[in-house]
């Protein structure tokens, strides 16, 4: 997180425990601050820099908690229809809330919320996860089992700043799923400039990331 009067927290998640764990960084030294009971199955956690709180997504019980690291409690909660689980949590710098809800019903799209209010819908297939421009002002979410990712145009009203992105058409990866190597061929690279790769395992958890430099260059991903 960012400084809090002079100090530096760290929230961490345990999957399957309810709680969320806070330490604060003493000059350096991490000190375990102590666990806050949450919702069920706590997974994406985020700190909001405006509101100096750190917002956990807990999926079981398909409710946003917001925790005041400082008083050491669950502040409010944000509670959405069971059939909507919120997977991840972001903050822009000046506190704009992004949720992705991921749908349960295959007739109901997935949902990028902006504030609690704006909606932006999304393919049906499951998504999984989502990331912010430096800026704010884009969010790319990726789809499983659809080779696509939604980029969402935030300064667009509705959906019409939402646009699906087949990722065949940009690149190739395999073998998927895979346990060892990875093969990625950029269909768009350019000889004398490489492309940051990042891969992400089913749970969401960043495995290895590096720079393709060129087509059909092999990442090892069980290092």
């Known amino acids: 997180s960012d400084p809090i009067d002079g100090k530096i927290y760290a929230a961490v998640t345990l999957k399957n425990n309810s709680e969320v764990f806070i330490i604060e960084d003493i ?11 949450v919702g069920g199955n706590p997974t994406r956690i985020a700190y909001n820099p405006a509101t100096q709180e750190f917002a956990v997504c807990s999926n079981d019980d398909n409710r946003i908690d917001y925790i005041d690291p400082l008083n050491f409690e669950v502040v409010r909660n944000q509670s959405f229809p069971s059939y909507m689980t919120p997977l991840s949590v972001e903050f822009s710098t000046d506190g704009t809330e992004f949720v992705l809800l991921q749908s349960s019903d295959e007739n109901y799209p997935n949902l990028l919320q902006v ?14 996860y989502f990331d912010l421009s ?15 990712v939604y980029l969402v145009d935030l300064e667009s009203t509705s959906n019409r ?12 990866v395999g073998p998927n799923p895979c346990q060892d190597v990875v093969r990625i061929k950029d269909l768009n690279v350019v000889p004398w400039e ?3 790769f990042t891969v992400i395992n089913a749970e969401g958890k960043r495995v290895r990331s590096a720079e393709l430099k060129e087509n059909g260059q092999e990442m090892n991903i069980d290092q």
């Open 134 to 148: 430096p800026d704010g002002r884009y969010a790319a979410v990726a789809s499983l089992h659809e080779d696509a």
């Open 27 to 37: 000059l350096g030294n991490p000190v375990p601050f102590g666990a806050i009971s």
């Open 115 to 128: 504030d609690g209010s704006e909606i932006f819908e999304l393919g049906i297939a499951p998504a999984h």
């Open 194 to 196: 490489a492309t940051s």
């Open 161 to 172: 700043g939402v646009h699906r992105i087949s990722t065949n058409e940009i690149f190739q």
